[in-house]
DNA sequence: GTGGTCTAGACCACA
DNA sequence: GTGGTCTAGACCACA
């Protein structure tokens, strides 16, 4: 699943994993139907202990990433795709809200921050 | 100085206090030359220890936002409204262009985003 | 480690642990990818209170000598021998050069002064 | 006496006080048998508390280099320079051995360091 | 009065 | 177990 962590980061481990599983549906690595790995493969490959892979997943579940059959391991749920971006643009949405709070108490005008977003999605352009 | 904290946060107090103490700057309330409360004073307005208010004049003074003269008590720094404007700015930035990468991930175009920050700019504009 | 503190010095003990660390680094008792002993081994090793040592130990990361993971403990960072000769070395020359416009101040030729280093360094070269 | 002040230094203001008044001592502004400002003079001229060039005032008569008469004021002791230029010298050599002990720990050769001192000494000398 | 340092002890999230 | 944060309270040098 290439997940990789930061342990230096003020950011929980098992929170960054499950960012990042988030981001591998996102970008289509990870598929509605697909078994994830074991919370002990997982915590093998990521060299982490299971106790956080283990709350990674959990929260996955709770918000409906993740299912987990008894006695058969833990899939991707069918709507992840959906489900993923829905929230996301949500956040991003919020995300926006505050940074445009932020900018007008700075004096930063609309016009400003519109170029700043403008300049940035040039630059992601050409890194592909 | 209108600190209001919120001690059911995950963010911790002394954070806290340090944000408050940025925000006040920006919003021109707290200038350059002034004399801070004193950490005794300052704790029993905000009903915290002490230490937790020395602990975060500490950071502003490290990050050179206050000054302190041995035995007369804490300064507002000489250059405080640049310096913080300064770093707001650089900050809102790199927000957006974190922002910008999260929205192309999902598939949102440039236009959208940018109609976001229009909107909110007008939701701000009209508050006041 | 073999820290030795005095707590009749002037000195905060906080920073003698600080000073005592980088001394272990120079003489490479302390090594790059250690683990160091938790605050509350240290603390008890030393007969000092945790905060005491979290303080020093948070210096410390703040002066790139020491990481910490989360959960697992703080380490000695990978290039610290490096970093802490470069600090000393800079360190040693601005003594020098306080020291030669104080003895310049007071009378005191060149050569006079090189006697004296060649002198001490006799002194230190017989102790071992 | 043209003293200069450091507030904000870690150093204490009348450690400051005492350290330049020794500098002037050794450049022979301050001169044996002069008669010293009065503590207020001298704390109106430095905007200082008074008490804090009292406790310098009695640093330097404890070490000799002051002296009071009773209802005439504070004076600067007969043998003022003598006194502090030995007393300086003795300083500079400890400071010398120590230094060298650190360079020694860091692995510099005696020769660097006299090369620094040489250096130095022609950066004080282009000065004048 | 002012900040700096320290102790003793507690609770918490995280791994 | 590990570090992070916080409280309550104390003592100190300095101004």
Redo the contacts with the bound molecule.
Sequence with gaps: MHIMLDPTSRQ????QIVQQVKARVLQGVVIAGDKVPSVREMSAELT??P??VS?AYKELEREGLFITFRGKGTFVSENVLQLVQKREVKSLKLQTEKLVQSAHDVGIESTEVKKWVEAFYKKVGEKE
């Excluded at 929980?12 to 929170?15: A, G, N, R, S």
């Design positions: 929980p481990i098992y929170e982490v202990n106790n956080t709350k």
